[in-house]
């Protein structure tokens, strides 16, 4: 009998001991370690051993789409994440609202800015540039996307965000000698010293430096992309899929590869997002689809901040509200294979990606091995041994009963 399938990725979850331990290891954490010991678990390199992932690469592997035959650019995904429609020839950017002063970046994030954006991305709709579209668009949280619609652009330029703060912001350049890369580089430029024009007298950062808070005063932009067509989901695999998720560029990889994308009220994408909510919206999309794939990203926030103690309680927010949630209803899902594990490790040593394994636990009808707790070093030791990302779907396609037989 097929059984359905629920994915759980916990953004960033994977780390590395700080004084002996990782946030996994220290963790209240139940309902996660009764999937390890009942299950069958083992440590998974997501795009390929040595490889530092992106979310959006790492997600694609994990969809089973090659990343190094569909990965165009990450630009190109945050717009389907917004609901925006790219055309051949448009280029894509995700940005960041962020924070300058004396041409130096104080803050990538605005403060994690929020209020006020929309405001803020109406004016830059304003922008004009020689012979080109410009259409801009904000995100989640501190996030947009840019898109440049016009003849002869190329997305292999470099990005304007230097991805550190006290230092200048990047000029844009191009990535080979190609007419349109250098066109597309000067225009990126141009849009950026337009933005900190425009931003550095806008009421919003205005009222916001009045309350003394950091203003958004320049867009940076990076990952260039354009829009590469995939198999949908459904044609790969057979199986109807949705996606829960708060962050734009997930959504925009689960858009692309046709999976169905479900709103939940409450939701950020942060620490403080209502986990609890999508939870629930994973119980009841189950009743529905075959495949479902429930994205936490919390979990990767804390990591970037280099703040354990949130990592931690993130992590027992996941196994409280979600975890506990979802095994507590099992009765009324009858039939289903659920897998946990994450897109990549971020350790709070170095506070970015990296490409240390994580950990997997699958649950579901699986040869349970003598694993007990969901740790990056206790799942090493598991019945699935180190398997990569590409390979997932394979694995819990079987799992499922849902595999065909390859040969006689």
């Given at each position: ?15 590395r001991p700080?004084n ?8 209240n954490?139940p309902?996660?370690?009764t999937i ?5 678990c083992?440590?998974m ?6 490889i530092?992932?992106?979310?959006d ?6 969809f ?5 035959k ?17 055309q ?18 104080i803050?990538r ?20 540039l020689?012979?080109i579209?410009?259409?801009f ?8 996307v ?7 652009l190329?997305?292999n330029?470099s ?12 000029i ?7 007419i ?18 425009i931003?550095?007298?806008h ?15 320049i867009i940076?932009c990076?990952?260039?992309?354009i ?5 949908s989901?459904?044609e ?5 899929a949705a ?10 990889v689960?858009?692309?590869?046709g999976?169905?994308?479900i ?5 950020t994408?942060?620490i ?13 999309a ?29 992590i ?9 949630r979802i095994?507590?209803h099992?009765?009324?899902?009858k ?6 594990t994450a897109?990549?490790s ?8 990296s ?8 649950l579901?009808?699986?040869r349970a091995?003598?694993v ?13 041994n180190?398997i990569c990302?590409?390979n997932?779907?394979?694995i819990?396609?079987?799992l ?9």
């Amino acid at each position: 009998m097929q059984t359905k399938l629920l994915l759980i990725v916990c953004d960033g979850l994977g780390d590395r001991p700080v004084n002996g331990v990782t946030p996994l290891e220290i963790a209240n954490k139940p309902n996660m370690d009764t999937i390890a010991s009942e299950g069958i678990c083992g440590i998974m390199d997501t795009v390929r051993a040595g490889i530092r992932p992106g979310s959006d690469t790492s997600h694609l592997s994990l969809f089973g789409y090659d990343p190094f035959k569909y990965y165009k650019g990450r630009g190109a995904f945050e717009a389907s994440g917004t609901g925006l429609k790219l055309q051949k020839g448009d280029v894509a950017f995700r940005c960041n609202f962020a924070t300058i002063k004396n041409g130096r970046i104080i803050d990538r994030r605005a403060g994690r800015i929020e209020d006020g954006l929309d405001e803020i991305a109406n004016d830059i709709n304003t922008i004009k540039l020689k012979n080109i579209e410009i259409i801009f668009k904000r995100g989640a949280g501190h996030r947009g996307v840019l898109v440049f619609r016009g003849k002869g652009l190329s997305h292999n330029v470099s990005d304007v965000d230097p991805e550190n703060e006290n230092v200048p912001y990047n000029i844009c350049k191009p990535l080979d000698n190609s007419i349109d890369a250098r066109k597309t580089a000067k225009l990126v430029n141009e849009f950026t010293k337009e933005t900190i024009d425009i931003l550095s007298k806008h009421p919003v950062n205005r009222e916001r430096e009045g309350k003394g808070k950091l203003p958004a005063n320049i867009i940076l932009c990076r990952g260039a992309g354009i829009k590469v067509d995939m198999p949908s989901f459904e044609e790969k695999y057979g199986m109807s899929a949705a996606c829960i998720s708060a962050t734009t560029l997930i959504k925009g990889v689960c858009r692309d590869v046709g999976m169905d994308i479900i709103d939940v009220k409450g939701i950020t994408g942060h620490i403080d997002s209502n986990i609890a909510n999508k939870a629930d919206a994973a119980i009841k999309a189950l009743k529905r689809y075959d495949f479902v794939f429930l994205h936490i990203k919390g979990t990767d926030e804390a990591s970037h901040d280099g703040d354990f103690n949130s990592k931690k309680s993130m992590i027992e927010r996941i196994d409280k509200e979600v975890i506990g949630r979802i095994l507590k209803h099992l009765k009324d899902i009858k039939d289903i294979t659920i897998v946990l594990t994450a897109d990549h490790s971020t350790p709070l040593s170095i506070k970015q990606h990296s490409a240390d394994p994580v950990p997997i636990a699958i649950l579901g009808d699986v040869r349970a091995d003598d694993v007990k707790r969901f740790t990056e070093r206790d799942c090493a030791k598991g019945g699935l041994n180190r398997i990569c990302g590409i390979n997932l779907m394979d694995i819990i396609m079987d799992l499922s009963n849902r595999s065909k037989l390859f040969g006689a």
